[in-house]
């Protein structure tokens, strides 16, 4: 048997194997998706925009600190960011095929839990760096301008990095879920 012959199919059934083993992820994500109605978001202070706007303007009066990672301004900075991106684009985006695939299934499964997951020092793909040390006031007024701004939007949103297309309500959960996420650093000072 010649050896050309015999790698083709090698590199044949190795495609098929992780076709295979992706169809099954995204059939049992699917079918998590199916069978799970979204569930409210898993934090009461970011349950919906008014609500992380009044937890937002407690901060004025009564800072909180992270535990671990970014400092709060970088925090809502990089929060603001996300916001802001949603509006004007995203400086990178991950590939359309990403998008259309794995990503639209990945804000599936978050919306589906009410709950995000991701890297919480991880910066927007593209995205100017976020130093620590920032007056908080200023990154508590930006995510809140970024919020407002967002709120009033009535035109087409800009592609996700990685979900790809949102409407505005699923945008408008996005960002909430976000925020809860990285609210789970978040505790008194």
């Given at each position: 048997m010649n050896t050309d012959t015999k790698d083709n199919r090698s590199v044949r059934r190795a495609l098929l194997t992780g076709g295979a083993l992706l169809a099954g992820a995204a059939a049992t994500g699917a079918g998590y998706v199916l069978t799970h109605s979204?569930?409210?978001?898993?934090?009461?202070?970011?349950?919906?925009?008014?609500?992380?706007?009044?937890?937002?303007?407690?901060?004025?009066?009564?800072?909180?600190?992270?535990?671990?990672?970014?400092?709060?301004?970088?925090?809502?900075?990089?929060?603001?960011?996300?916001?802001?991106?949603?509006?004007?684009g995203f400086p990178q985006l991950k590939p359309a095929w990403f998008r259309g695939s794995l990503g639209s299934m990945a804000f599936a499964v978050f919306s589906a839990r009410g709950r995000m997951s991701h890297g919480l020092e991880e910066p927007i793909p593209g995205a100017p760096a976020i130093a620590s040390g920032q007056p908080l006031d200023a990154a508590v007024e930006h995510l809140m301008s970024a919020l407002g701004r967002f709120e009033r939007h009535?035109?087409?949103?800009?592609?996700?990095?990685?979900y790809g297309v949102l409407s505005k309500s699923e945008y408008t959960r996005a960002h909430l879920m976000h925020l809860a996420n990285h609210w789970e650093l978040v505790d008194a000072g």
């Open positions: 979204d569930q409210p978001i898993a934090m009461d202070d970011f349950s919906d925009l008014p609500r992380a706007m009044r937890t937002l303007e407690r901060l004025r009066t009564a800072p909180l600190r992270t535990r671990s990672g970014w400092d709060l301004a970088q925090v809502l900075h990089h929060s603001a960011q996300s916001v802001e991106y949603s509006l004007d009535g035109n087409a949103l800009a592609p996700h990095f990685a």
